[in-house]
């Protein structure tokens, strides 16, 4: 089936420094979603990416979905003790007419205040 | 609040016994979903619904796995036999119905269940 695989594991910035983290599919995805899970928390919706190569800003946060459609990653500008939590990554499973979303197992963020 | 809510939110029982969760959705949402969340790991998808009709369920759930939604508003999953290996958070989520098959999940605050 198909895998999303998330790097790295952990990260571990001082505050105000920056933090990228990395996903990849093993197929082509018609579009990639992001979530944050603070600790103890339920996953929270970021964004969504649909378009080739498309790249969204939310404040501090910078998205980009690969040109190929099997890759994004997730960019915090100036980390902040707030940013702390797990960040996933999740594609449509590749079947036809799915409705599943396939999550990485996520890079867990440590900001040192 | 007009969240999707979750109960119970813990529940620890012992190996063989019977588990039940309920989910209610975000009241407009005609989409609900299953996923379970173990430590270390990123949500699993277990099962779908579109209003009461249950339209995927993973490969990998086991038939003692069986969810409902019988009215189209809120869900059950029930677990039979529970085995040690069950033993993780349960989250629901819903979504409204959109031009794409998957769109924004909204998750509860999940279900954490511990088998002894």
């Known amino acids: 089936g198909q895998q999303v695989m998330q790097i790295p594991q952990y990260q571990h910035v001082q505050e105000g420094e920056d933090f990228t983290t990395y996903c990849n599919s093993s197929?082509?995805?018609?579009?990639i979603q992001w979530y944050k899970q603070r600790p103890g928390g339920h996953p929270v919706f970021l964004i969504q990416?649909?378009?080739?190569?498309e790249v969204k800003k939310q404040k501090r946060l910078t998205f980009q979905f690969g040109e190929a459609k099997k890759n994004s990653s997730l960019h915090i500008t100036a980390t902040q003790t707030t940013d702390v939590g797990t960040y996933f990554c999740?594609?449509?499973?590749?079947?036809?007419?799915?409705?599943?979303?396939?999550f990485g197992k996520g890079t867990k963020l440590s900001v040192i205040p | 609040d007009t969240g999707v809510s979750q109960n119970p939110r813990h529940k620890i029982t012992k190996r063989g016994q019977n588990v039940t969760f309920r989910c209610d959705p975000i009241?407009?949402?005609?989409?609900l979903y299953w996923y379970r969340q173990t430590l270390g790991q990123g949500p699993e998808f277990l099962t779908y619904?579109?209003?009461?009709?249950?339209?995927?369920k993973s490969r990998l759930l086991s038939d003692r796995f069986s969810a409902e939604r019988p009215k189209g508003s809120f869900s059950t999953l029930e677990i039979q036999r529970t085995e040690q290996g069950d033993s993780a958070m349960y989250l629901c989520?819903?979504?409204?119905?959109?031009?794409?098959?998957?769109?924004?999940?909204?998750f509860g605050e999940g279900s954490r269940l511990t088998v002894l």
């Open positions: 989520a819903s979504s409204p119905t959109g031009t794409r098959r998957t769109g924004e999940l909204f």
């Open positions: 197929t082509t995805l018609s579009n």
């Open positions: 990416l649909v378009k080739s190569g």
């Open positions: 999740a594609g449509p499973e590749s079947g036809a007419g799915s409705y599943q979303l396939t």
């Open positions: 009241s407009e949402h005609n989409r």
């Open positions: 619904f579109q209003n009461e009709a249950q339209l995927e």
